[in-house]
């Protein structure tokens, strides 16, 4: 059952039944500014969002920003929840993955069809990316960039000071980072926050378990296959990754990139926005830090594609909402924002100059994803893979493992397999 069902009639009386903002759409219907709530506040989000903003300013459309701070969003989806019930929705909104379908149920997505058309984007995109915008026959979103999860950033100069190379195994891993401790160097940079961990542990998983197994834990949400031992392995390898770092800490995912930049830590397991972020504080790929994919995830892809949709609300909008749109989703956009947020475009019709000019962490990371035969699998922590809730109950489940000591691996293996629920 969808927990969204009080949106509806929320949303009725903000388009039709408030006097208030029928006239107030009246007068916005004249202006060319699109309200746009996301949650990129950190440096290179907000490079990138910038970087959105200024192309689609020659194209007739206004970014009006409505940024909600807060990694992950968990903070954005909430104001934008309580702006929906307050009759206010933005008219553009950062909604990503399995959470797109839940707004469009309720009638609040704009459809892209004709957009998608004119601009091929069955011919042009990836087809994963666009399932992640399509539903019921509906293009419901524009598609920004692809993510991969499984990315494992470290710093060159502390490598190349005790003369180690990146690791490829779990066990060149261990081996790596006993050495950085003997050093009095931390290995691996932490948050405890819940969204951060679960960041983590889908990477672990997907290691352990392969693509498979991931599928029919994460997509087909088989409670069952959670008690595979294959799960105890990577909540064990949670816990130890945990054990590298000192007491439990709390802390926006900029502050372990800002441990990694200092040379304060030697490795950070995080979604390739972190390069991003490393290259908004002038970080250079070439000389400080680098990446390769969490060890055991060769080949395989554990991606967030992130989306912008266009809400339906008493301005109308729709011409601009449908030319930002088609801007952000063509190839000028693509590459620009893209190779700002550390991210990979969302075309698959990509040149060879055009792919020789990204980072090598991304060109690895849109290869993979083009290759027909690497293994593609949608994260959970991000969203593209089930509903707001039971993200949010799979994270804190995990929150709770590490936090108590006490809590055996199996444990919370039964946790996970009772709050994960077939779609
Ligand atoms: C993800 C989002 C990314 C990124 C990250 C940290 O959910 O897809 O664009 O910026 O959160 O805020």
């Given at each position: 059952m969808k927990a969204?069902?009080?949106?509806?009639p929320?949303?009725?009386?903000?388009?039709?039944?408030?006097?208030?903002?029928?006239?107030?759409?009246?007068?916005?219907?004249?202006?060319?500014?699109?309200?746009?709530?996301?949650?990129?506040?950190?440096?290179?989000?907000?490079?990138?969002?910038?970087?959105?903003s200024a192309l689609l300013a020659p194209a007739g459309v206004q970014w009006n920003d409505a940024a909600i701070p807060g990694g992950g969003g968990m903070a954005a989806v909430k104001v934008l929840k309580s702006r929906v019930l307050m009759g206010d929705p933005p008219d553009v909104a950062q909604l990503i993955g399995s959470t797109l379908s839940e707004w469009a149920d309720v009638g609040l997505v704009l459809p892209l069809n004709a957009v998608a058309t004119r601009q091929k984007w069955p011919q042009v995109l990836f087809p994963t990316v666009l399932g992640v915008?399509?539903?019921?026959?509906?293009?419901?979103?524009?598609?920004?960039?692809?993510?991969?999860?499984?990315?494992?950033?470290?710093?060159r100069r502390l490598f190349a000071r005790l003369k180690l190379?990146?690791?490829?195994?779990?066990?060149?891993?261990?081996?790596?980072?006993?050495?950085?401790?003997?050093?009095?160097?931390?290995?691996?940079?932490?948050?405890?926050?819940?969204?951060?961990?679960?960041?983590?542990?889908?990477?672990?998983?997907?290691?352990?378990?392969?693509?498979v197994l991931y599928r029919q834990m994460i997509v087909q949400r088989h409670s069952a296959a959670w008690m595979d031992p294959r799960v105890e392995k990577a909540l064990l390898r949670l816990r130890w990754l945990r054990s590298l770092s000192e007491a439990p800490v709390e802390r926006v995912w900029t502050d372990s990139a800002r441990e990694l930049m200092n040379d304060s830590a030697a490795m950070m397991l995080m979604g390739d926005w972190a390069s991003g972020e490393l290259m908004a504080w002038g970080a250079s790929p070439a000389t400080d830090f680098a990446c390769v994919v969490v060890p055991g995830t060769a080949h395989m892809h554990l991606y967030s594609v992130d989306t912008l949709a266009m809400l339906v609300?008493?301005?109308?909008?729709?011409?601009?909402?449908?030319?930002?749109?088609?801007?952000?989703?063509?190839?000028?956009?693509?590459?620009?924002?893209?190779?700002?947020?550390?991210?990979?475009?969302?075309?698959?019709?990509?040149?060879?100059?055009?792919?020789?000019?990204?980072?090598?962490?991304?060109?690895?990371?849109?290869?993979?994803?083009?290759?027909p035969t690497a293994a593609r699998v949608p994260s959970l922590a991000h969203r593209m893979a089930s509903d707001e809730?039971?993200?949010?109950?799979?994270?804190?489940?995990?929150?709770?493992?590490?936090?108590?000591?006490?809590?055996?691996?199996?444990?919370?293996?039964?946790?996970?397999?009772?709050?994960i629920r077939s779609p």
């Open positions: 969204w069902h009080w949106v509806l929320a949303w009725l009386a903000c388009v039709w039944f408030l006097p208030g903002l029928q006239g107030q759409g009246g007068a916005h219907a004249q202006g060319t500014s699109l309200d746009v709530l996301h949650w990129w506040t950190s440096s290179g989000e907000r490079r990138a969002a910038d970087q959105l915008v399509s539903y019921q026959g509906e293009v419901i979103a524009a598609p920004l960039g692809i993510h991969r999860i499984n990315t494992l950033l470290y710093n190379n990146p690791p490829h195994t779990w066990a060149d891993f261990e081996n790596v980072a006993l050495k950085f401790s003997a050093s009095g160097i931390k290995p691996l940079a932490w948050s405890d926050e819940a969204w951060q961990v679960a960041t983590v542990f889908e990477s672990l998983l997907l290691a352990e378990a392969g693509p609300n008493a301005r109308h909008h729709e011409a601009l909402q449908k030319k930002m749109a088609e801007t952000i989703s063509a190839m000028p956009a693509q590459l620009a924002y893209n190779r700002i947020k550390g991210s990979v475009p969302v075309r698959r019709d990509l040149s060879a100059s055009a792919l020789a000019s990204l980072g090598s962490c991304a060109r690895d990371s849109w290869e993979t994803f083009a290759s809730a039971t993200k949010d109950a799979v994270a804190q489940a995990l929150w709770r493992y590490l936090s108590d000591p006490h809590m055996e691996a199996q444990e919370a293996q039964k946790r996970l397999a009772s709050v």
